[in-house]
Nanobody, 126 residues
Framework: QVQLVESGGGLVQAGGSLRLSCAASERTSSSFAMGWFRQAPGKEREFVAAIKWSRSYTYYAESMKGRFTISRDNAKNTVYLQMSSLKPDDTAVYYC???????????????????WGQGTQVTVSS
């Protein structure tokens, strides 16, 4: 059972930056992948970005490309989400998720992940 712990959320002004971290308790296969999703009040949880541990393939939601960067630290089993040029619309609870899969099927979908963190709040003020 993979446990995920997020950190780094908070309050930031529009145009500012924030880095989220998510540490996984274990990673037992090269098919491991981690992703970030977010959920704003009254909205469905949406995909933000994902990274496969093997070869560091990355995936982004179109609306976040160029502003958000996902990366990983092998030694720490940690994934990061660097967010810049933040907008009030980026305000949400950000969730870290993990999966074991050799394919990219459902990597942008919540159904593709078996493990979830508790979420961290990001608030962007105007």
């Amino acid at each position: 059972q993979v446990q995920l712990v997020e950190s780094g959320g908070g309050l930031v002004q529009a145009g500012g930056s924030l880095r989220l971290s998510c540490a996984a308790s274990e990673r037992t296969s090269s098919s491991f992948a981690m992703g970030w999703f977010r959920q704003a009040p009254g909205k469905e949880r949406e995909f933000v970005a994902a990274i496969k541990w093997s070869r560091s393939y990355t995936y982004y939601a179109e609306s976040m490309k160029g502003r958000f960067t996902i990366s990983r630290d092998n030694a720490k089993n940690t994934v990061y989400l660097q967010m810049s040029s933040l907008k009030p619309d980026d305000t949400a609870v950000y969730y870290c998720a993990a999966r074991y899969s050799d394919s990219s099927n459902l990597i942008r979908d919540t159904r593709g992940y078996a493990y979830w963190g508790q979420g961290t709040q990001v608030t962007v003020s105007s």
